[in-house]
């Protein structure tokens, strides 16, 4: 068999694997790239196959990274079907449409400006319409379930975790009447994270494909009452001096974590929480307010405790003073108050929705914080924040970062490196090989030696466009086809552009708050200096 790593390589996002076998095509993922511009390009780019010669796909999870294109597959001739675990095809069904809206409406904005410049307008990726009509593709399944696709494919999906329905999927190919097989970990969970079980432990495998988004590092920041106690405090001290909290929050997953998180430690910090829970609590996404229905229409996913309360008669996705808007009038209301209220907003990442709106209200003022409980990709407005950028452009409005700004890492939705090092460790028989994917650069060859110190397991980091020929006892670089070296070498050059364009931002901005003349005209002038060589630079590259 052939397998081509289309996205999450070499970054977090895109995730998509093309499978290919004597008789058989069939996708793993099809994920939008998020963060950055120049990844961001890449969901306007043909597919590199032909979707119509897809005979099926399989899906992790909902998150657009890893479901977000299908609407686009299925534009572009893709009429195969999707399996997925229930509650993913349930979420998918509001997710798609809702990432097809967002396209619309950014479409709509690109061709006003278009117009402007004297261009002609673009369609946008795909339409609400294309997003709700590719629905009935979806097959859901249940966890533990081994489907025959057909003579040559078994597969398996397991419970990773992540979110609600997220799964870790093995793949029995037959070929010349033996069986490889390879297990997809999608996004690995936490243990012991509210409402999800843990993730599944696989036995077995000839090859693995795993996430790495945070192979490198442990979070930093403790679990259970100790993790609340840490959320709690931030949100008493800023009530204290007068601000808002605004959550940026995934709108599924981490909204409804942090929601049953605070009504589960009612009694253990009763005083603080009272006072919390005093406050006005809004989830600012439709989005999200959907999600939360499913999620108490999937209650087999959950885990024991979170099954014990709902038994008890206790909601516990809800308490007295939570409350879901719904219209764009009420988002904008919520920034005319006076008091100070907790916002948890969508998207997670700060790149779209809602949450754009309550940054631009909240982060230039210094009694207010902005709490981060999700991973933040390289670019994403979220991690420029994060990474402590004086001012960011909201709406083309310039706004200062004075807000505190704070991160806890316990919530997020992925194992760090001990979870992810323990999981591969369960296996009793370990794979020949392992294809390390969704990390950033830096993260994956730490990642990756670890992984060979601790297993005496060799590892393969593919780069975007990779393909490899996979056999039982074996694997063997494929090389690309000429029209996908073409593609991607093109698309890496765009990519290098859009890193500059950033930095050069990044440099003007600087350039702009030092006009106090911090810097020394010296400086100033070695800064012109190296400019002039790489504006020549420029000029012979255009030539």
């Known amino acids: 068999m052939n397998i081509t790593f289309l996205g999450a390589a070499e970054t977090v996002t895109g995730s998509c694997y093309l499978v290919e076998t004597k008789e058989t095509k069939f996708l793993i993922d099809c994920g939008m790239f998020q963060g950055s511009k120049n990844e961001a390009i890449l969901n306007n780019e043909p597919f590199s196959f032909n979707p119509e010669e897809l005979d099926f796909m399989l899906l992790s999870h909902a998150h657009i990274d890893h479901s977000g294109?299908?609407?686009?597959?299925?534009?572009?001739?893709?009429?195969?079907?999707?399996?997925?675990?229930?509650?993913?095809?349930?979420?998918?069904?509001?997710?798609?449409?809702?990432?097809?809206?967002?396209?619309?409406?950014?479409?709509?904005?690109?061709?006003?400006?278009?117009?402007?410049?004297?261009?002609?307008?673009?369609?946008?990726?795909?339409?609400?319409?294309?997003?709700?009509?590719?629905?009935?593709?979806?097959?859901?399944?249940?966890?533990?379930?081994?489907?025959?696709?057909?003579?040559?494919?078994?597969?398996?999906?397991?419970?990773?975790?992540?979110?609600?329905?997220?799964?870790?999927?093995?793949?029995?190919?037959?070929?010349?009447?033996?069986?490889?097989?390879?297990?997809?970990?999608?996004?690995?969970?936490?243990?012991?994270?509210?409402?999800?079980?843990?993730?599944?432990?696989?036995?077995?495998?000839?090859?693995?494909?795993?996430?790495?988004?945070?192979?490198?590092?442990?979070?930093?920041?403790?679990?259970?009452?100790?993790?609340?106690?840490?959320?709690?405090?931030?949100?008493?001290?800023?009530?204290?001096?007068?601000?808002?909290?605004?959550?940026?929050s995934f709108a599924v997953g981490r909204t409804q974590e942090i929601i049953y998180e605070l009504n589960k430690y009612m009694d253990v910090y009763s005083d603080k929480v009272n006072k919390i829970l005093d406050l006005p609590v809004f989830v600012d996404s439709p989005l999200a307010t959907s999600a939360t229905e499913i999620f108490r229409n999937n209650l087999d996913c959950f885990d024991e405790e979170a099954k014990e309360y709902i038994a008890n008669g206790d909601n516990p996705l809800d308490f007295p003073t939570l409350k879901f808007t719904q219209s764009p009038e009420e988002s904008r209301k919520l920034n005319e108050r006076n008091d100070s209220i907790i916002i948890i907003s969508a998207s997670g990442m700060c790149d779209a929705g809602r949450i754009k709106h309550h940054l631009k209200h909240n982060l230039w003022r210094k009694n207010s914080t902005i709490l981060f409980v999700g991973y933040q990709a390289e670019g994403s407005l979220g991690r420029r924040i994060i990474d402590g950028t004086p001012k960011v452009k909201i709406f083309g409005e310039e706004i200062s970062v004075n807000a505190r700004i704070e991160v806890i890492d316990g919530f997020s939705g992925h194992a760090d490196k001990k979870g992810l090092l323990d999981w591969i460790g369960s296996f009793a028989h370990k794979p020949k090989r392992i294809f390390i994917v969704h990390g950033e650069k830096e993260t994956m060859p730490v990642f990756a030696q670890t992984i060979t110190e601790k297993y005496g397991i060799k590892c393969i980091i593919p780069s975007r466009g990779d393909s490899f020929v996979v056999s039982r006892d074996n694997v063997y670089e494929n090389v690309p086809s000429a029209e996908m070296l073409h593609r991607f070498k093109r698309l890496t050059v765009v990519n290098m552009l859009e890193n500059l364009k950033e930095e050069f931002n990044e440099l003007t901005l600087i350039l702009k708050n030092d006009l106090k003349q911090e810097k020394s005209d010296v400086e100033i002038d070695e800064v012109a200096a190296k400019l002039k060589l790489i504006e020549k630079a420029f000029v012979e590259a255009l030539k």
Not at 153 to 164: E, M, T, W
Not at 174 to 185: A, C, L, P, Q
Not at 238 to 246: D, H, P, Q, R
């Open 69 to 248: 294109r299908i609407p686009k597959l299925y534009k572009d001739g893709f009429k195969g079907t999707i399996y997925a675990t229930k509650a993913t095809v349930e979420l998918c069904g509001i997710m798609l449409p809702d990432s097809g809206h967002i396209q619309e409406i950014e479409n709509e904005w690109t061709n006003r400006k278009r117009q402007r410049a004297g261009k002609s307008s673009v369609k946008p990726i795909y339409t609400v319409k294309e997003a709700t009509e590719c629905l009935a593709l979806f097959r859901g399944v249940q966890y533990g379930e081994v489907l025959r696709i057909n003579d040559d494919i078994r597969v398996r999906f397991n419970d990773a975790g992540h979110i609600l329905g997220s799964a870790i999927i093995e793949i029995w190919i037959n070929e010349n009447g033996n069986d490889t097989k390879i297990v997809f970990s999608g996004d690995l969970g936490n243990k012991d994270m509210p409402i999800l079980k843990d993730p599944t432990l696989i036995s077995d495998a000839d090859y693995l494909v795993v996430e790495s988004t945070y192979g490198d590092r442990l979070h930093t920041h403790s679990k259970g009452p100790e993790r609340i106690e840490e959320f709690i405090n931030i949100i008493t001290e800023t009530v204290a001096a007068g601000g808002n909290v605004v959550i940026p």
